[in-house]
């Protein structure tokens, strides 16, 4: 079956999601772009941890985190996925409906006002920007069927309309939404693979591990921490949830996958310690969202900067160990 073939095959009764999005995980959920193409690659059949090696090169980029996307080119090289923009003149959904009949899969930034999967956390309670990945769409019964975060839904009616601007919703645009489309392989997904995937994916990792930060990011959060803390208890609480986001959670669920991606790279467990490393980051992360959150509605912070302690001491550690391991990795596939 051609690979998009088997997405516009989907129904969202009975999905199942990929286990990196397990509720029992520490970040059942990342951020929506990485969730999507988890899900993607999921559905297709292709090992989806191989795609992780570019989460170490997250750093701390002054007031949050890296918002970590996998690289357009990895997909390219891992699957054979070519995804890029998509120039927009006409209504999104012409261009949707276009691409899908051409076999291509669309990821679109919407509002998330209008995703009932989204139900509640902002669906009909407040506007954000998302990314969902369209496998069908019909114009006239005005139904869609997408990737969203951790899952695979369907909308129709009012949300249609809502997503696409239209009808009663219909609004002048001062920017029209990013758009990018993907071109998969026409042939078997586990076909479309050029070569053993770890092997490819440890050369990627070496690639990756060359452009990691040059300075611990979390020593470097460290540094201005309580001068943040201070700054937002004096803002409503509601602005904990945006800020938690985009630093804590976006460098604990980081590292999550990273050690997902270590443990499926090194099956003979020669990489334990540095995916331990990793889970380490993701675990201080986790614990720190909950003590801020205490501290903000109590005013007390005493301590909290040295909480990030034990993610720098392990971030050290993750890196120290990946750079010594993989030349004797590469050697070996080289040989």
Known sequence: MPAFDRLAALRADGYRPHPLHDAGRMWPETNCYVDLWIEVLHALGLP??????????????????????????????LYGIRATELAV???????????????RLCLVEVDSYFLPDTQGVSYRIEHGKTTVAITALD????????????????????????????????????????????????????????????EIAWKLLAGHLARRPKDNPFATYASGFAAEIEALAERPFEAF?????????????NFELAASHLDWLAEDGSLAAEAEAARAISECCKTLQFQLARALARKRFAGLGEALTPAATAWDTLMAGLEEKLPARLRMLAA
């Open 139 to 198: 114009q006239d019964a005005k139904r869609l069927r997408y990737f969203h975060n951790a899952g695979f839904f369907e909308l129709e009616g009012e949300d249609f309309d809502g997503v696409f601007q239209r009808g009663a919703h219909a609004r002048p645009l001062p920017f029209l939404p990013y758009t990018e489309f993907a071109k998969l392989p026409e042939m078997a997904p586990d076909a479309s693979l050029a070569g053993n995937p770890r």
């Open 89 to 103: 003149f006409e209504p999104v959904e012409q261009h949707v409906a276009t691409q899908i009949a051409r076999g």
């Open 48 to 77: 989806v941890e191989a795609m992780l090696g570019f989460t170490v090169t997250q750093d701390f980029e002054g007031d949050q985190f890296t918002f970590f996307k996998v690289p357009l080119e990895d997909l390219e090289t």
């Open 241 to 253: 949830h945006k800020y938690a986001f985009n630093t804590l959670r976006q460098a604990g669920a």
